[in-house]
Nanobody, 128 residues
Framework: VQLQASGGGLVQAGGSLRLSCAAS????????MGWFRQGAGKERELIGA???????????YYADSVRGRFTIVRDNANDMTYLQMSSLRPDDTAVYYC???????????????????WGQGTLVTVSS
């Protein structure tokens, strides 16, 4: 599985941005996609994920810091995952990574070690 993230850039506080993640290769094995971010001097954190294969149907997870502002959208037909970000703040500045989990869980994994496949990252800079 290969993941290609795109859509990062410079945006003013309060603005919006949409990140895209294109998956290729053995995409049939992917059960969930996650978006992590890492700001300068900060630990990498899971900000959102969506699981659609496994027991219990589709589930999503959002970190408290982005809930209500960010939305993950999955396009299964085109193997695309989007992270729609709105009401952006300077502390959202980070490199954003899309990731994929192949294990069919009953829950959305939150540990970075659960996500086997990683894209290259795309930088989002929010100016004040």
């Amino acid at each position: 599985v290969q993941l290609q993230a795109s859509g990062g850039g410079l945006v003013q506080a309060g603005g919006s941005l949409r990140l895209s993640c294109a998956a290729s290769g053995r995409t049939d094995i992917i059960s969930a996609m996650g978006w992590f971010r890492q700001g300068a001097g900060k630990e990498r954190e899971l900000i959102g994920a969506i699981r659609w294969r496994g027991m219990g149907g589709t589930n999503t997870y959002y970190a408290d810091s982005v809930r209500g502002r960010f939305t993950i959208v999955r396009d299964n037909a085109n193997d695309m995952t989007y992270l729609q970000m709105s009401s952006l703040r300077p502390d959202d500045t980070a490199v954003y990574y899309c990731t994929a989990d192949r294990v069919r869980r009953q829950y959305v994994a939150r540990l970075s070690s659960s996500y086997e496949f990683w894209g290259q990252g795309t930088l989002v800079t929010v100016s004040s």
